[in-house]
């Protein structure tokens, strides 16, 4: 995967509750990622194993399920290296609000 500024938002996002299970949504509000772009990285980062996925059960009735993202622990590493390594043109950018992620199913 292309390490790009969008990843390195991505993986500092993950990493500031990295035992919390992430929604692509949440994720989006609070790093500004484009929804696109987001679900096709968290998809790339989930298939080479950096992250797992569950859809969350059960849900509300008032709103559809989420599926949720949560760093595996090989994945805590590479997000951690990734960010260290980062091309300063790469650097992530702030994200606004609490940290995303923060619901304990």
Do not use: C, F, K
Request: proline content about 15%.
């Amino acid at each position: 995967m292309r390490t790009n500024r969008n990843l390195t938002t991505l993986a500092t996002a993950l990493l500031a509750n990295p035992h919390a299970h992430h929604w692509a949504y949440n994720l989006h509000q609070h790093t500004h990622i484009p929804r696109n772009t987001l679900n096709t990285q968290l998809h790339h980062l989930t298939q080479q194993g950096h992250l797992t996925n569950h859809w969350e059960t059960p849900h509300p009735p008032n709103r559809p399920p989420r599926h949720y993202h949560q760093p595996t622990p090989t994945g805590i590493t590479w997000l951690t290296q990734l960010i260290t390594n980062a091309h300063p043109h790469h650097q992530p950018n702030p994200y606004t609000g609490p940290p995303p992620g923060t619901t304990q199913p």
